[in-house]
């Protein structure tokens, strides 16, 4: 058995339950997190008793940045290292629906931040950072996933606050570039550690919760893609199992990865550009938005 530690978050069910079992059939030890207790038992009995690898449940929020702590707090009393964090939490909202921000604005009041910003990257920022410490202790990895929907996003943080702004889709997408920016800016400021960052597009997989729970014409539009795609031979469609090879290559490969990086299919592509500058402003607001100090992670100067 390894003596390797992971989180993954989202574990419960799709790509990250394949992400959970891939990694406990290499006998890591797996802390699962999700929201829904049945779906955690089960993953968990499935590792412990199919798999060379040990799994726990953990029971957390990511739309409420106070259970983001709490999820923090919970994977350091089970371990004193991480060697591998895999932000695969994700969620599509059909409607516009608001999340309170930690940051307060100068008038007292605090910032609507979108639930689709606010859950696959403001919760995934702060839990990255509330995990540095054992990260830094294992010079582990950082996995967050993506998907090639960024391509159609936008890192205008205007269009992630208020009552105003995109749904669905373009939502989805604009989020998707916040985690290849975020991604980008974690290599650069962790350079001077052991502690490496990727992104990756695990594929499209109409099968998955994430694209059931989409709702509306974006469900039929998955629905129907699936019917198609599963007709090809070869083709976009992936099982959930295929999806999460990328994301468990990044986590224990023993090939150089480069750090800031984004991946498909297990290989290196291009990402969408955007300039450092963006991403610097993307960090410092998200930093605001969940309440943490921007300058991190720490440097030692030995």
């Not at 932000?87 to 605090?110: F, H, Y």
């Not at 859950?119 to 830094?136: G, I, S």
């Not at 468990?248 to 297990?266: H, Q, R």
Request: charged residues 25%; aromatic residues 6%; proline residues 3%.
């Amino acid at each position: 058995m390894s003596d390797s530690v992971a989180l993954v978050t989202g574990g419960t069910s799709g790509i990250g339950r394949e992400t959970v079992l891939g990694l406990a059939r290499r006998g890591w030890t797996v802390l699962v997190h999700g929201r829904d207790a049945e779906r955690g038992r089960e993953v968990v009995e499935t590792a412990r008793t199919e798999t060379d690898g040990f799994a726990t449940f953990l029971e957390a929020d990511l739309a409420d940045f106070e259970a983001v702590h709490g999820l923090a707090a919970a994977v350091a009393s089970e371990t004193d290292r991480l060697d591998a964090l895999l932000n695969n939490a994700g969620t599509w909202q059909g409607d516009r629906r608001l999340v309170d921000a930690t940051g307060e604005r100068s008038d007292g009041t605090r910032a609507g931040v979108e639930t689709t910003t606010a859950v696959n990257h403001c919760a995934h920022y702060l839990l990255t950072h509330e995990l540095w410490p054992l990260l830094d202790a294992a010079d582990g990895r950082v996995v967050t996933v993506s998907s090639d929907l960024h391509r159609r996003g936008d890192l205008d943080t205007d269009r992630f606050v208020g009552e105003d702004g995109p749904t669905g889709q373009q939502a989805y997408a604009d989020s998707k570039l916040a985690n290849v920016a975020f991604t980008r800016a974690l290599a650069r400021r962790a350079e001077r550690t052991g502690v490496t960052a990727a992104a990756c597009h695990p594929g499209v997989v109409p099968s998955s919760r994430l694209a059931r729970d989409s709702g509306g014409l974006s469900r039929l539009g998955w629905k129907l893609f699936g019917l198609v795609g599963g007709l090809l031979p070869v083709g976009p469609v992936d099982s959930e199992r295929e999806a999460a090879d990328t994301s468990l290559y990044l986590a224990t490969t023993d090939a150089p990865v480069e750090s800031g990086g984004y991946f498909s299919n297990t290989r290196a592509r291009e990402a969408k550009t955007t300039d450092t500058a963006a991403e610097a402003f993307l960090w410092e607001w998200t930093a605001d938005v969940v309440g943490v100090d921007p300058d991190w992670p720490p440097v030692s100067d030995e």
